[in-house]
Structure formats: C-alpha cells, structure tokens
C-alpha cells in the first residue's frame, strides 16, 4: 500500500519538493522517491527470512536444548527527520520501523513545509493515526515529543543536536538510532583516473546543492594531480550545467536563507584567510542560490575545515605524502562517510587500514547508500546504529534470544546447590574442556 500511494503521489511529491528546495524532478524521482519503492519492495521480498529468525550453534554444555533468535518489535518509534531529503528519509525509516512491526510518529522538518505536508496527507490515506502518525511542527514540538516514552527513537541531523536527542533518550533508557554528518573527505592517489573522479565527484558534490550527508565534504589530492583535478572538475561543471550555473534546471537552491548565511560565512572566513577562488564564487542571497564552487589553498584553521558544509563549497587541498593526508583525516572526528580514488590495490587497503568511516566507496561516491545489503550509519561522532534493509529492520527490533531445553531435566542439573563432590568435579570440566 506504501508503494502504491507513493506511486500515486509522484508527480505531486515533485512538485513538493521543487517547491521546498528547487530540486529537478529527476533527481527527486532517483534520490527520493526511488529510495522509498526499493526499501519498500526490499523489505516486502525478504520479510518473511527476517521474521522467522536463525537457529544459532549450541555449544556442548548445552546438549540435548536448542538456541535461536527471534526478533519482535520494540513497540512505538519516533523519527526525528530531515530537510535535506524531506520525502525519503521519513517514509524510508518508516519502512523499517512498519517491517519490525513498531508503530511510529514521524516529526518532518518545518524547513520544507510542502514536503511534509504531502508526507502527512500520503501516510495519512494508508495508515491510522494509531499505527502512524505525522506530527508537524517547529523544533518545540520536537522537544515536547523527545519528553515522552518511546521504545525506540530514529534521528538524522547534526551532531548537535544528536547529543540533544541522545539526552532525552536517556532520560527513558530508551534504545536510539542516530545518523549525523561530519566533515566526509575524499583522498585522490597519484594513481587515481582523475577524469573519471572529476565526473563522479561533480554528481556526488552537488547533488542536491551540496545538501547532502554524505556529500564529499573536502578533497586531499596527491600534489602531482591536483592542476589537473581543478581542470577536469572546471570541464566537467562547464559541461554539466553550463556556463551560467544560475539558469540551469539540474541544481536546486539552498533551503533558506539562514543556511544560505551560514554557508557564505564559511565561504568568507576561508577567502580571507587566503583561500583562492579556483571556480565558482557567485551567490544571489534573495534566490538562496550558491554556485558550485572551488577553493583552493584553504587553510586548515579555517572554519570551512572545522564545520561540515553542506552546500555547494569544495575545498581542493594538496598533500605531498600519504601520512600528510592521513594528519589531516584523523585529526577530525570519524566521518560518516569516506571516498577512495586510487587505481592501486596496495593503496586503497593503506587508506583503508588507516582510517575509519562509517561508510566509504573505492573510486566512487554516495553510491553505498543505495547498496541494500549494505548497512548504512555514521561511527562515534557521525552516527551509531545503521539503517536501510535488514540493518534497519534489526535497529527497530528487539533480538530476542531464546533457549529451549528438554522437557524434564537441565543441563544446570550437576550445579544445583547442595554443591558437593558433583558440581566441583562438573565446573572443574567446564573450566577445563568446555
């Protein structure tokens, strides 16, 4: 029923969305609506797999009993959701949360109100409130709602205020799922295909304006290729949207103007700590609109390099060495995301091995997203718990773990108080053979 209302809903989530955040209806239909059909169709495939649960071994001890693992569902779930992909992510974790069995209130963004809106009236055909509810509203309203008791709590947004969330939950010990952001990097080789990451890297970058989670965030090219990088990404910008970015129909616009701000503070602070203007640089602040833009000789103090972006700003920085790049990397938080290109085998397990993302591709970008059996989720910093699938299904779900023993008799028999010459004898066995 979820994917036939949004099948029904289509051509009108386009136009919500359009309206929210300008976006093509291609890259709603590929980036939001598709993500939904597929869990949807993903989950309605392998539900009854998932459901029946798994026999585990049995261990020796435990002969003549059996051990399996059951899931149920946690109960009631709250998800917290985005702006940035203000279809998707709701009725995505949705899927999750219907598949393990929980009921749900959906809190959507207030920044794209016609979004939400649609999302309301779309559950509201499918769902009663009593299974799935969407309660729109400011963030006071999201606070009232983190005071009540949730059995489990789904939110995607900034590490700020997954701390705000983690709190609240606390106050309930109620079990959360969090996928936050970070500074995601992208770490460019001397044997990289550099016309190929160029091409790749202007998709994954600028995809919606930038306004993506796991959007490349900086780039660490080997010094050698770094001209030619700038070079290709200008070809390839030029080819993609033209020679007046601002009049093509394949960028969308930045979801406010606060955000608008934020981003060209970023953009300011960088320029006058000596950042060079590569390409791009043009924004119009009553359209919410940001060129895709380059920068290079960046500082690393500067705050383009301490806060996540968000928008459509790349920072090109060049290393001379692997462990330079490497200083870079590790001295920040462990990205959500993180992106190889390298046409080394030897060098992608180096980059691999020392360093850590809850995500990353080799000589791609954003596409592990789309991977459903794949778990997708942040690590410290960036997130905990994962989601999409199976992964998602689990995070909704209690793993029940269940023993069955013979009907008269236990396998605990010899270590039954009294403790005598038996138990001692059993327990010295255990310790020593089993």
């Known amino acids: 029923k979820l994917m036939d209302v949004t099948m029904e809903y289509r051509t009108r989530i386009q136009d919500a969305v359009y309206a929210d955040l300008r976006k093509p209806p ?10 939904v059909i597929a869990e949807c169709r993903y989950a309605i495939s392998n539900l009854d797999d998932w459901m029946a649960g798994h026999e585990v071994d ?10 399996k693992i059951v899931y149920e569902p946690k109960g009631s779930a709250l998800l917290l959701t985005p702006w940035n992909y203000p279809f998707s992510m709701p ?7 219907l598949a393990a069995g929980c009921t749900a ?9 016609h979004t939400s809106a649609i999302v309301k009236e779309m559950l509201g055909k499918v769902f009663p409130e009593n299974e799935v509810a969407v309660i729109e509203g400011d963030y006071t309203v999201a606070n009232e709602l983190l005071k009540l008791k949730f059995d489990h709590i789904h939110f995607t947004g900034s ?3 997954g701390k705000v969330v983690m709190r609240a939950a606390a106050e309930h ?30 998709w994954g970058k600028f995809l919606n304006c930038g306004q993506t989670c796991i959007a490349p965030d900086y780039i660490l090219v080997q010094e050698s290729r770094k001209n030619e990088f700038i070079a290709k990404l200008d070809a ?47 924004m119009d602040e009553n359209d919410n609109f940001i060129e895709p833009t380059v920068l290079s000789n960046v500082a690393l103090d500067s705050k383009i390099m301490s806060e996540e972006i968000f928008g459509p700003l790349l920072p090109v920085i060049s290393y001379k060495t692997p462990a330079d790049a490497l200083n870079i990397i590790n001295d920040k938080e462990k990205p959500l995301a993180l992106y190889i290109f390298s046409g080394s085998s ?5 980059w691999m091995n020392n360093t850590s993302a809850g995500g990353t591709c080799i000589n791609d970008n954003l596409a592990h997203i789309s991977q459903p059996n794949l778990p997708f989720g942040g690590v410290n910093n960036s997130g905990m718990g994962k989601s999409t699938g199976f992964y998602g299904f689990k995070e909704f779900s209690n793993e029940r773990a269940v023993l069955k023993a013979l009907h008269s008799g236990s396998v605990t028999t010899p270590l039954w108080q009294p403790y005598g010459k038996l138990a001692k004898a059993v327990t010295n066995l255990m310790i020593k053979y089993l």
Do not use: C, W
């Open 105 to 113: 209130i959906i809190k959507p963004s207030e920044f794209t109100p």
């Open 58 to 67: 049995t261990p020796m001890l435990f002969i003549g009993s059996t051990s």
């Open 346 to 350: 030897k060098n992608q397990e180096f």
């Open 173 to 202: 010990l109620t079990s959360i799922t969090l996928e936050l952001g970070g500074k995601s990097p992208v770490i460019i080789d001397e044997t990289a295909n550099i016309g190929a990451a160029a091409k790749k890297i202007t």
């Open 26 to 35: 291609v890259e709603t239909d590929y980036a939001e609506i598709y993500q």
């Open 91 to 97: 009725v995505q974790h949705l899927v999750a949360a």
């Open 236 to 282: 390839n910008l030029k080819k993609v949207f033209g020679s007046d970015t601002e009049k093509s129909a394949d960028i969308g616009r930045i979801v406010n103007n606060k955000h608008f701000n934020r981003i060209k503070n970023l953009f300011d602070d960088a320029v006058k700590r000596g950042a060079k203007v590569e390409l791009g640089g043009k």
């Open 159 to 161: 590490p700020a205020v």
